[in-house]
């Protein structure tokens, strides 16, 4: 009988329902809070329950040093903590978090319905340290006005193979490396620039979110600076970013992507910010600044149920 890969949590490689809320959290002892995280899957079914077309889940992730004090005595081999990325004009800051709730749905009120019911589990072993509700704005644009996540993997297969860990790290299988970074973005003077000059920033058109060809797009250009490549193969990662915003405060994206190694996030990262060596940044950083960086692991469900 053949091999079957471990389950990963659902969250992970479906398709987004448009309603988004990601919390980030810290705790404070690390060593009392794993059978506070062994509630979270039967809560998150109960609220589930009032509306089972909505699609809602919850993405359960642990930094580094979360992990190390609930993963009884074992580490994926990649898991470490997000370090401050530092080019020459832009940085990408660290912040950390040890307790990642990626929740998703159709519905914005049962997706605050679970964070509520979320928190109130947790209760004071738990400070919440970032809070962002998330949207689908208008077809799946970003405020920019790009389509965002147009070069995700298609298709279960291919988003299993970008995202969830394999025979690399058995231990570990069908869990996931996370990546959540906070964008805000300076509408004000990106809307100053003509159109071509925003398709030259990001290396798309702006209508039809067709890729510029390799003789127009500026190595500058955003397209340009996060497709990493390995023996002429561009590796994948599965994004799930959603905008944010207040009509009179900050707006922007909360990034936040899957992948089965690190390795594809640090390379992506010192790309865009000028620190990979070849003396270029990503010119869209000179409109959107990261505020927020972090890494975590989301096991698998098997993994997950057996933290006590």
Same mark, same amino acid.
């Given at each position: 009988?053949?091999?079957?890969p471990?389950?990963?949590? =659902?969250?992970i490689?479906?398709?987004?329902?448009?309603a988004?809320l990601? $919390?980030? $959290?810290?705790?404070?002892?690390k060593?009392?809070?794993s059978?506070?995280?062994a509630g979270i899957?039967?809560?998150?079914?109960?609220?589930?329950?009032?509306?089972a077309?909505?699609?809602?889940?919850?993405v359960?992730?642990?930094?580094?040093a979360?992990?190390s004090?609930?993963?009884?005595g074992?580490?994926p081999?990649?898991?470490r903590?997000?370090?401050?990325?530092?080019?020459?004009k832009?940085?990408a800051?660290?912040t950390g978090?040890?307790?990642?709730?990626?929740?998703?749905s159709?519905r914005?009120?049962?997706?605050?319905?679970?964070?509520?019911?979320?928190l109130?589990?947790?209760g004071p072993?738990?400070?919440v340290?970032?809070?962002v509700?998330?949207?689908?704005?208008?077809?799946?644009r970003?405020?920019t006005?790009?389509i965002?996540g147009?070069?995700?993997?298609?298709?279960a297969?291919?988003?299993?193979?970008?995202a969830?860990?394999?025979?690399?790290?058995?231990?570990f299988?069908?869990?996931?490396?996370? $990546?959540?970074?906070?964008y805000?973005?300076? $509408?004000?003077?990106?809307?100053?620039l003509?159109?071509h000059e925003?398709?030259?920033?990001?290396?798309?058109?702006?209508?039809?979110?067709v890729?510029?060809?390799?003789?127009?797009k500026?190595p500058?250009?955003h397209?340009?600076r996060?497709?990493?490549k390995?023996n002429?193969?561009?590796?994948?990662?599965?994004?799930?970013s959603m905008?944010?915003g207040?009509?009179r405060?900050?707006?922007g994206?909360?990034?936040?992507?899957?992948?089965?190694?690190?390795?594809?996030?640090?390379?992506m990262?010192a790309?865009?910010f000028?620190a990979?060596?070849?003396?270029q940044y990503?010119?869209l950083?000179?409109f959107?600044?990261?505020?927020?960086?972090s890494?975590f692991?989301a =096991?698998?469900l098997?993994?997950?149920?057996?933290?006590?």
């Open positions: 009988m053949a091999h079957q471990e389950a990963c949590q =659902p969250g490689l479906k398709k987004d329902g448009g988004g990601f $919390l980030v $959290l810290n705790a404070g002892s060593n009392g809070i059978r506070k995280i899957s039967a809560i998150t079914e109960t609220v589930s329950a009032i509306d077309a909505a699609g809602l889940s919850c359960v992730a642990f930094g580094a979360m992990w004090a609930i993963g009884n074992t580490h081999k990649e898991l903590p997000f370090k401050k990325v530092s080019g020459r832009h940085a800051p660290a978090g040890d307790i990642l709730l990626h929740i998703n159709t914005h009120d049962l997706n605050f319905e679970l964070a509520r019911a979320l109130k589990h947790l072993a738990v400070t340290i970032e809070e509700h998330g949207f689908s704005y208008m077809d799946s970003d405020m006005g790009f965002d147009t070069a995700n993997p298609k298709g297969a291919e988003r299993r193979a970008a969830l860990i394999g025979a690399e790290d058995p231990a299988a069908g869990g996931s490396y996370v $990546l959540t970074q906070r805000v973005h300076n $509408l004000a003077a990106w809307e100053k003509s159109v925003q398709e030259m920033r990001i290396g798309r058109t702006k209508k039809e979110s890729e510029l060809s390799e003789t127009v500026p500058t250009a397209i340009s996060v497709e990493i390995q002429g193969r561009e590796l994948k990662i599965v994004r799930h905008p944010y207040q009509a405060g900050d707006a994206l909360f990034f936040i992507a899957y992948a089965r190694g690190l390795g594809i996030f640090e390379s990262l790309s865009m000028g990979a060596g070849d003396g990503d010119h950083m000179d959107s600044q990261p505020v927020t960086g890494f692991f =096991p698998s098997k993994m997950l149920a057996a933290i006590r």
